[in-house]
C-alpha cells in the first residue's frame, strides 16, 4: 500500500500546483471583500428577535454580492439545507401559470417533490406551475432543443444544475454554462436563468453570476461554509429577482431587512474566509482517490487530471456490497460517530435507498468528508470533502482496504509502472 500511495502522490503534484493557484486567485477575491468592507469586530456579533440594524448580517451579504460580482444577496442561517434555498428561489419568482424549464434533464433527486415530479400537495405543480425539461447529450447540453423550445413558448425560469449531483457525468465547466446562458437569453431575453451552484463554488475562478446567470444559489454547509459556518444558505445575483425572493424568505412587505442572526455572523464571515482554501483540501482529497480507486481497476469520474467544476469525485462500482463498504471505510475513519456502521435507508427526498457514510462536526456537512450514493445500478459513490488532505487521505486509504480483499497486494505484485 505506502509503494501504491508514494507513486500516486507524484502522479498528481502537478494536479494540486495546479488547484493551488486557483485557490489563490479565489483568496485574493474574498480577502479584497472583506478589506473593502472594513470588517471589524462589531460585525461579528449577532442578533435576536426581529433582527432590525444587524449590521453583521448585512456586512455578510455585501461580501458574498461582491465574491459573485451579484447585485444583491440573501445569506442566512435559517436556510436548511441547498433544497430548502432552492426552493425558495422557485416560489419566490415563480406564479400560477409559468413554465420552469430544466436544461441539464432532471435536477437533484431532492427537487422532485418540490417542482411536482412525485406527487405533493405543496409542489409546484400543485400551485398550477408547470415543470419541462431538455435532457443532456452525452452529458452536455443539447442548445438546438433548448432554443427550440425557448422560441416554441414563454418560459419564465430556466434552471441549470452545476454539478453532477446522482447523473453520471462531469460537472459543467463555467464556460459551459456561460455558453448555455447565451443560448437562452438569444432564444428568449426576458427568461430568468437560475443556477444551481452547490460544490461548485471556488472550484474555478469565475462563478455563474459573471457569465451570465441572474441567480445563482448554494448551501453553507458546503464549499462556501468552508467547513466551519453551522448551518444556512445563500443566494445571490440580480436586486429585482432577488426582491421576490427575498418576500418569499419572510413575508410579502418584510424582505430581507429583518431576521436574526443570533452568533452565526462570526462563523459565516470565518467560514467564507476559509472557504477557498477548503475547497482546495477537498480536491487534493478527490483527485488523490481518482487515482488510488483508477489504478485499483475501478471506473471514476472526473480522472485525476482532468478539468474539474466541482469537489465531488466519483466511483463506479457494479456491485451493490463493495458501495456500502466503501461507505462503511469512509465512516470508519471520520472523527465524528466512526463507531457507527452506515446501512442504506429511506432516505426522506429520495426516490431508492440511500447509503451515507458523514460523520462529520455538523450534520449533512458536504465540505467536511462524506460519501454517499443511492442503491441502484451503476452502484457509484459519490465522494465529496475534507477539510485537510491529510486527513481526508487517512478516509480514502480506510475505505479502499474495506473492499480490498487483496486486490491491492495482486495489483502491486503486477504493477511495474503507472
Known sequence: MDELIEKVEKKIEPVFKRYEKICEANERKVLNAFVHHKISEAHLGGSTGYGY????????????????????????????????????????????????????????????????????????????????????????????????????????LVIMQRSRGYE?????????????????????????????????????????????????VGSLIKNMGGGIAKTGGYIVGRKDVLALINDRYSAPGLGKEGGATFQHNREILQGLFMAPHTVLQALKTAIFASRML??????????????????????????????????QGIQSCSPIDSNVVPEPWDMPGYENQVIMAAGAFTQGSSIELSCDGPLREPYIAYLQ??????????AIISAIENISDGVIRRTLQSQTKM
Open 385 to 394: 470533502g475534507g477539510l485537510t488532505f491529510g486527513y481526508g487521505k487517512m
Open 294 to 327: 483508477e489504478q485499483l481497476g475501478y471506473e471514476v469520474s472526473p480522472k485525476f487530471d482532468a478539468e474539474r467544476s466541482d469537489i465531488v469525485q466519483m466511483i463506479k462500482f457494479q456491485d451493490p456490497n463493495k458501495l456500502i463498504k466503501f461507505c
Open 53 to 156: 440594524g444587524d449590521i453583521g448580517r448585512e456586512a455578510i451579504e455585501n461580501i458574498f454580492a461582491e465574491v459573485f460580482k451579484a447585485e444583491d444577496a440573501l445569506v442566512r442561517s435559517q436556510f436548511i439545507s441547498g433544497t430548502h434555498t432552492i426552493a425558495t428561489c422557485l416560489f419566490g419568482i415563480l406564479r400560477p401559470g409559468d413554465i420552469v424549464l430544466s436544461i441539464n434533464g432532471k435536477p437533484y433527486d431532492t427537487l422532485d417533490e418540490v417542482i411536482g415530479i412525485r406527487e405533493n400537495p405543496s409542489s409546484l405543480k400543485a400551485f398550477g406551475i408547470t415543470y419541462e425539461q431538455v435532457d443532456l447529450i452525452n452529458g452536455k447540453f443539447d442548445f438546438a432543443k433548448i432554443e427550440e423550445r425557448l422560441k416554441r413558448q414563454d418560459v419564465k
Open 168 to 216: 453520471y457525468r462531469d460537472a459543467f465547466r463555467i464556460h459551459e454554462i456561460e455558453e448555455a446562458i447565451k443560448v437562452v437569453k438569444s432564444a428568449s431575453p426576458n427568461t430568468i436563468v437560475m443556477v444551481d451552484n452547490c460544490y461548485g463554488e471556488f472550484v474555478e475562478t469565475r462563478e455563474p453570476i459573471e457569465v451570465g446567470a441572474d441567480v445563482v
